[in-house]
């Protein structure tokens, strides 16, 4: 949308998180023709305001801003801190009443200066971030037109969590390191697996035992069980069967039961051991997640993009595009996913720059695979 500045005041006084006094910082008020509405700039803006580039009667182009409420709001210019600021709040508000209390958070590298005949207003089209007016400090990029000049190969990135429960990455690797480490991980997992059907099985057989001598000693053919109904209730018996966990008192708790204790600690152990082999798979599922978790990899491409339009600049800076998920993309039939192709424009968006060369810029870390859309082919 494109939006004209009302007026600017500056908001003195405050502390960030540090304790540190925080310096003058300027706020705008922009206006839609109609009504009007505070804007909390980021330092970009700021800067540009302070250079007179940014004052009354300019024009902007704004993409990607939202609205942030104040449960407490104060006067015009007041400043309000971090606890009182909120967006849970969902009324709606009259725009005349609502000045004092809502807030339009523009960025620097979503914002651009329109020219003096732009309409006011929704635009009907997303205003375009080109790569040169982008800065490391300025926040969310909501939308760049741009063509693929190179593209590297797929990689991949294997997360996982230490005995201490902090995240670590094994990579980036390509593709024949990436398959050699689930290979890895597969053998492992298989030797784990077989490893704990072992212990189950082991643990089945134990316990079949202890059922053949316990209806051998009740004469199962001759047991009835509603003889041993209130006599041995449920929890007796689970207690006697926690008992037989340990196989160096088994032995002594079998010995001291009667015929009808035996009767009922075998009808529970046979239906005990018929439930467990009927969910063993899931079990075992289970137990090996502790043992050999499963991996978490995520697959990236690097492109290396320009800008497809610009404005006033021809369009030689490159940045690095960072596509994350990329196998999730196709975008024609008969290619491969993740495939691009030298030429192919795009409309993405990211939420992360970090810069270091001034003619290159590094776009990256945040830019889901639903990011880019497809504006044309090579």
């Known amino acids: 949308m494109v939006l004209c500045v009302s007026n600017i005041t500056w908001i003195t006084g405050g502390y960030a998180d540090d304790g540190t006094s925080l310096e003058p910082r300027p706020e705008l008020v922009l206006t839609d023709g109609w009504y009007l509405i505070r804007a909390q700039v980021d330092a970009p803006l700021a800067r540009a305001v302070k250079r007179g580039i940014l004052r009354i009667g300019r024009k902007l182009g704004v993409a990607g801003a939202y609205v942030r409420i104040s449960v407490n709001p104060g006067t015009s210019g007041e400043l309000m801190n971090n606890n009182q600021l909120s967006s849970e709040k969902k009324d709606p508000a009259e725009p005349l009443e609502a000045f004092h209390s809502v807030k339009l958070i523009i960025s620097g590298n979503s914002t651009h200066l329109a020219p003096w005949h732009a309409k006011l207003g929704f635009s009907p089209g997303p205003c375009i971030s080109t790569l040169h007016s982008l800065t ?24 996982s969590l230490d005995e201490n429960g902090v995240q670590t990455r ?125 991996r978490n990899v995520r697959n990236f491409r690097i492109i290396v993009v320009q800008d497809a339009r610009t404005q006033r600049r021809s369009g030689h800076r490159k940045a690095l595009l960072n596509v994350w998920d990329v196998l999730n993309l196709s975008f024609s039939e008969g290619t491969s996913p993740g495939s691009f192709e030298i030429g192919q424009r795009f409309m993405a968006s990211t939420k992360l720059i970090s810069a270091s060369d001034p003619d290159f810029v590094s776009l990256g870390h945040e830019l889901e695979a639903n990011s880019p859309k497809l504006v044309d082919g090579p």
């Open 170 to 294: 094994e990579g980036p690797m390509n593709a024949s390191e990436e398959a050699a480490a689930h290979e890895r991980w597969k053998k492992r997992w298989e030797i784990e697996m077989s490893k704990l059907r072992i212990e189950f099985e082991k643990k089945w057989n134990r316990y079949e035992g202890y059922l053949q001598r316990l209806e051998r000693r009740a004469g199962v053919d001759e047991f009835r069980p509603s003889q041993d109904g209130s006599n041995f209730p449920l929890d007796v018996i689970e207690n006697i069967y926690d008992e037989l966990e340990d196989p160096a008192q088994a032995k002594t708790v079998l010995a001291d039961l009667g015929k009808f204790e035996c009767g009922s600690l075998a009808r529970y152990i046979r239906n005990r051991l018929e439930k467990e082999k009927e969910r063993a798979g899931d079990d075992l599922a289970n137990e090996v997640k502790h043992v050999c978790p499963p």
């Open 136 to 159: 490391p400090d300025g926040g969310i990029v909501a939308a760049m037109d741009v063509v693929v000049v190179k593209a590297h190969p797929i990689a991949y990135i294997a997360f």
